[in-house]
């Protein structure tokens, strides 16, 4: 059995189903649910749900788990954590929250996992098996330990139909090493959102990535949109999606989601009007 195999046959222990076929987690004295957060694309005036990040919440005896419990754990733990939550989202996107979910689940790896290149093929078989698309996972790579194993899961992905991901450095390092690989997404990390608010000139900066990525069949996702201020910016440099706590906040898997689409002038308020600057 594989350094892989053997946290995964562990795991189909620790995945029960409940009445409502959500699946959730059994990890020693917790119980762990999936939570999805909204990834949204604009369509002329509006927004809509496209896309979800995962997450999960942990719960002991019926409440939140305390964040001591949770700090205790070992880097071991803490791995096969991130690998129980990759399947429990694979298995609960059904459970979005909408009568008709039709999004992609935007699913992360990282550098504890001793074999990227098995457990990505883990998890497309468990997608296969949950009648999702190949396509409709994207597997976001920024955290794989280092760049040739970016560049190998990469190029295997691409080579069988998949998808994948890398945060705005990262894609700027596979650009100098391995120029044929292009991700299907480029995502703006919370702290250059911030950033990119404060200053102007990375926001001309953004417009001209946004515009060279397109040029390329890559979308941009500017993550960590906290108010109007960063959705104004997100807006006027042409990103294609947008995530964060202002336009949709994280949710327990089968919560009700109001899944109609967002007015960006409701959002922006009376300031709405959006100006896209030229490069």
């Not at 070992?74 to 009568?99: D, P």
């Not at 998949?162 to 995502?187: I, N, Y």
Request: hydrophobic content about 50%; proline content about 5%; charged content about 25%.
């Amino acid at each position: 059995m594989s350094p892989v195999e053997r946290p995964v046959a562990a795991m189909q222990d620790a995945i029960a189903v409940d009445e409502i076929g959500l699946s959730f987690g059994l990890f020693q004295a917790l119980r762990l649910k999936t939570v999805f957060q909204p990834i949204f694309a604009r369509h002329g005036p509006m927004l809509s749900p496209c896309a979800v990040s995962t997450g999960l919440k942990a719960e002991s005896k019926g409440a939140p788990a305390p964040a001591e419990a949770l700090a205790q754990f070992t880097s071991g733990e803490r791995a096969m954590l991130r690998r129980l939550n990759r399947r429990l989202a694979i298995r609960n996107l059904g459970h979005f929250g909408c009568e008709e979910p039709d999004v992609d689940l935007l699913i992360g790896l990282s550098g504890t996992d001793e074999d990227a290149d098995a457990e990505a093929d883990a998890l497309l078989a468990d997608s296969a098996l949950a009648g999702l698309m190949r396509g409709q996972v994207c597997f976001d790579l920024t955290d794989l330990a280092d760049m040739d194993a970016t560049c190998r899961l990469a190029a295997r992905l691409e080579r069988i139909g998949s998808t994948f991901a890398l945060d705005l450095e990262a894609a700027g390092l596979l650009r100098t090493v391995k120029p044929r690989l292009q991700p299907r997404l480029v995502r703006i990390p919370p702290v250059w959102t911030r950033r990119i608010v404060a200053e102007a000139g990375l926001l001309r900066m953004l417009r001209l990535l946004v515009t060279t990525l397109a040029g390329r069949g890559t979308a941009v996702q500017v993550e960590g949109i906290d108010d109007a201020k960063h959705l104004r910016a997100a807006l006027a440099a042409g990103a294609e999606r947008l995530q964060g706590d202002f336009l949709a906040q994280p949710a327990v898997a089968g919560t009700a989601v109001d899944d109609a689409p967002l007015s960006i002038a409701d959002l922006l308020g009376a300031s709405g009007n959006v100006v896209s600057l030229s490069a």
